[in-house]
């Protein structure tokens, strides 16, 4: 699994407009839309939930990637996957039961990702590696878009790589917060093979080059 894949997270699109720019999306090179879901416990702010899951849903085909940032996220994934999420990835930091977390969220059908705050170390995830689709670096304090890059991500990115290349298995390598040209390339050559971008691609002249700029990073 060495491709990359660019993973647009809606957060910063234009909510007013959101049929629009997921129309935009589904005509670029992104293979994923990242949706960012925050209730304003486990982080301060609120973002959205599933009605707007299900309007995105509604005119894609694009593989959703869903980021919960919630406390006990336990107590909505069957109505994230009923809204048409693909991949769900909740924190190690909000869930006490991580195992059966993702248990829950492999027999519901979706691919199962966890995510690790700045301050998280990766050696964390040692214990559960073996059991999930996706490490989601942040590199960013969770909960807001159009935050500086935390450069110490990179660190973990390597570290993380090298977990997954233990188990022998295909495990996405994502990283979320701040990216942009500047960082992505050596992300990319510490092993991180999806990149969630939001300002950098929506603030853009042009978002659709801004995601094949970011896609030709890999070549
Ligand atoms: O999870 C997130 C914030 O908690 C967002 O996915 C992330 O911040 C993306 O936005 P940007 O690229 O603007 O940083
Ligand atoms: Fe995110």
Known sequence: MDKLIIAPSVLAADFANLQKETMMLNASKAEWIHIDVMDGVFVPNISFGFPVLQAIKKHTSKFLDVHLMIEKPERFLKQFADSGANMITVHLEACPHIHRTIQEIKDLGCLAGIAINPGTPVSLLKDV???IDLVLIMSVNPGFGGQK????????VREAKSMIQLTGRSIYLEVDGGVALN???????AGA?????????FSSANPQET?????????
């Open 129 to 131: 590696i073996n059991d």
């Open 149 to 156: 890059f935390i450069s110490h991500a990179v660190n973990k």
């Open 183 to 189: 960082n992505a390339e050596s992300l990319i050559e």
């Open 193 to 201: 093979n999806v990149l969630v971008a939001g300002s950098f691609v």
């Open 211 to 219: 995601i094949s700029q970011l896609l030709h990073l890999a070549d």
